[in-house]
């Protein structure tokens, strides 16, 4: 699903100061697909890490 | 940060961004999704694509639109974006390419910016499968790992 991104909100998009102009309704799947195959590929490098200081900088769950 | 973020669209969820990277000579549409580790639901890993007119996903373009500063400074915005839903969560950040041309860029330009981002988040660079530190320049780091930093 892609949302509709119109010239006239490109406009604004380019333009805005503010960092958040809208909330779309979703164009996302294949980003997150894409997302997928990368946490595929890096997911050794978290296996047995050591969360102490993590822990230490903040609550984490 | 010294470049400005550019503007981006945000999902309810705070996990999918888009944004124009803009130059004189072309306009590249990028987004940044962040996704949940599915064997580690601490972490969530951030992708930043670039999407190209019909919409296919490309995590391996190099735009070269002379605004690697302002899209960091973007990419920062978003982190702090997901960390005002998610803020006992952890950041992993990961170069696409095998080669490490990206990561090398990346800790180039978090060192540059080391100051201001240190003041949002903690940093800390990952040196091989579960070692990982607080970021220092010129370490020669696989990934970065970023968490919020808390109020004193």
């Known amino acids: ?61 | 940060m010294t470049e400005p973020p550019y503007p981006f669209l945000v999902s309810n969820n705070a996990l999918d961004y888009s944004f124009e990277s803009v130059s004189d000579s072309k306009i590249v549409n990028k987004a940044i999704a962040f996704q949940m580790f599915p064997g580690n639901p601490i972490f969530y890993n951030m992708a930043l694509v670039d999407v190209d007119d019909t919409g296919k996903i490309n995590d391996l373009a190099i735009s070269n639109n002379q605004d690697m500063a302002r899209v960091l400074a973007t990419v920062l915005n978003a982190l702090l974006t997901f960390f005002g839903k998610y803020p006992n969560k952890l950041v992993h950040f990961k170069g696409s390419d095998e080669e490490g041309f990206r990561i090398r860029l990346y800790r180039i330009v978090i060192a540059r910016e080391l100051s201001k981002a240190n003041e949002l988040s903690e940093i800390y660079g990952q040196l091989s499968t579960g070692s990982y530190e607080y970021f220092q320049p010129n370490r020669p780091y696989i990934a970065f790992i970023f968490q919020l930093r808390q109020k004193p």
């Open chain 1, 1 to 61: 699903m892609t949302s509709i991104i119109t010239q006239k909100s490109k406009k604004r998009l380019t333009g805005a100061k503010d960092k958040i102009v809208s909330s779309p309704k979703g164009q996302y799947e294949s980003i997150q697909a894409a997302s997928a195959a990368k946490i595929a590929r890096s997911a050794h490098l978290l296996e047995n890490i050591d969360l102490t200081l993590f822990k230490q900088n903040g609550h984490i769950e």
